[in-house]
């Protein structure tokens, strides 16, 4: 949530900044400050704003999962290494999502002062989010990993990697006791709970399918986008659940066991 209320907050101001005071206001969503409402005389809507909700997804949360489990698993690269990768490319993450999130404005600017107060208007910027989503971030998630790997001497590394004299082995538990088991059956009570969140959740089955005719007519009204935030939101808090589950289903399941071999010779550690 602190990721979700910085950036909402920064993409706001900057948004105020470049384009203009009273372009974008800063709301709550769910009692959290994540909404950002942009503004401009073109939308449509008797408000003239597009609502437009800041979750774990749209903050770039699962980007930053992704280069950091990237990184994480690159052989022949120490730890002090990988952590302060982790860092610098979760930071990069962070300021290429801000940027991203700035850019929503001039698009919705650009497509409805062509056609203003029609609702389909709204459709480059929903097509914008949608090729970002789909595809974009990874390609660019892929090639920072590359010039990272290829910056560190990784394929070096990599084919040193076996004269490490501290080894790891990672695999799965065979040792299971009893708090193991209690702790798997509290991870499936987190599943069951997760998807029973959403599929007996009323208003988020509403919101299903008031988005399904919204994508079947090919219109983004100010409804569509309301229902788009609370489906969003119901997503988010099961994946988020979730995740968690799954997280400590890992932790569990995983064991980490480390030896040490000697070797003449070891690879060095910067």
Same mark, same amino acid.
């Given at each position: 949530?602190?990721?979700?209320?910085?950036?909402?907050?920064?993409?706001?101001?900057?948004?105020? #900044?470049?384009?203009?005071?009273?372009?974008?206001?800063?709301?709550?969503?769910?009692?959290?400050?994540?909404?950002?409402?942009?503004?401009?005389?073109?939308?449509?809507?008797?408000?003239?704003?597009?609502?437009?909700?800041?979750?774990?997804?749209?903050?770039?949360?699962?980007?930053? #999962?992704?280069?950091?489990? #990237?990184?994480?698993?690159?052989?022949?690269?120490?730890?002090?290494?990988?952590?302060?990768?982790?860092?610098?490319?979760?930071?990069?993450?962070?300021?290429?999502?801000?940027?991203?999130?700035?850019?929503?404005?001039?698009?919705?600017?650009?497509?409805?002062?062509?056609?203003?107060?029609?609702?389909?208007?709204?459709?480059?910027?929903?097509?914008?989010?949608?090729?970002?989503?789909?595809?974009?971030?990874?390609?660019?998630?892929?090639?920072?990993?590359?010039?990272?790997?290829?910056?560190?001497?990784?394929?070096?590394?990599?084919?040193?990697?076996?004269?490490?004299?501290?080894?790891?082995?990672?695999?799965?538990?065979?040792?299971?006791?009893?708090?193991?088991?209690?702790?798997?059956?509290?991870?499936?009570?987190? #599943?069951?709970?997760?998807?029973?969140?959403?599929?007996?959740?009323?208003?988020?089955?509403?919101?299903?399918?008031?988005?399904?005719?919204?994508?079947?007519?090919?219109?983004?009204?100010?409804?569509?986008?309301?229902?788009?935030?609370?489906?969003?939101?119901?997503?988010?808090?099961?994946?988020?659940?979730?995740?968690?589950?799954?997280?400590?289903?890992?932790?569990?399941?995983?064991?980490?066991?480390?030896?040490?071999?000697?070797?003449?010779?070891?690879?060095?550690?910067?």
């Amino acid at each position: 949530m602190p990721i979700q209320i910085s950036e909402a907050w920064i993409w706001h101001e900057l948004t105020n #900044l470049i384009y203009g005071e009273g372009t974008a206001t800063l709301t709550t969503n769910n009692g959290w400050m994540t909404q950002v409402n942009l503004q401009d005389d073109s939308f449509p809507g008797a408000l003239n704003t597009v609502a437009l909700y800041v979750s774990d997804e749209c903050a770039g949360v699962h980007e930053m #999962l992704f280069i950091s489990t #990237l990184i994480v698993m690159t052989d022949g690269v120490s730890q002090r290494i990988k952590l302060r990768s982790v860092a610098v490319m979760c930071g990069i993450v962070y300021v290429l999502n801000i940027i991203r999130l700035v850019a929503f404005y001039p698009i919705a600017v650009d497509s409805c002062a062509l056609d203003p107060n029609n609702p389909s208007c709204l459709n480059p910027v929903w097509q914008y989010h949608e090729t970002i989503y789909n595809w974009g971030f990874l390609l660019v998630l892929v090639i920072m990993w590359l010039i990272w790997f290829w910056k560190i001497g990784g394929p070096s590394r990599a084919v040193k990697a076996s004269e490490l004299n501290e080894k790891y082995h990672i695999g799965f538990r065979q040792e299971w006791k009893k708090i193991h088991f209690l702790i798997l059956g509290f991870v499936a009570l987190m #599943l069951i709970s997760s998807a029973y969140s959403v599929t007996n959740n009323t208003q988020a089955m509403q919101a299903k399918e008031t988005l399904d005719f919204c994508s079947y007519s090919s219109i983004a009204t100010n409804q569509c986008m309301a229902a788009q935030n609370t489906w969003d939101n119901a997503i988010n808090t099961a994946w988020s659940l979730a995740g968690i589950g799954l997280l400590i289903a890992a932790a569990v399941a995983i064991k980490i066991d480390r030896f040490v071999v000697a070797k003449s010779e070891t690879l060095e550690s910067e």
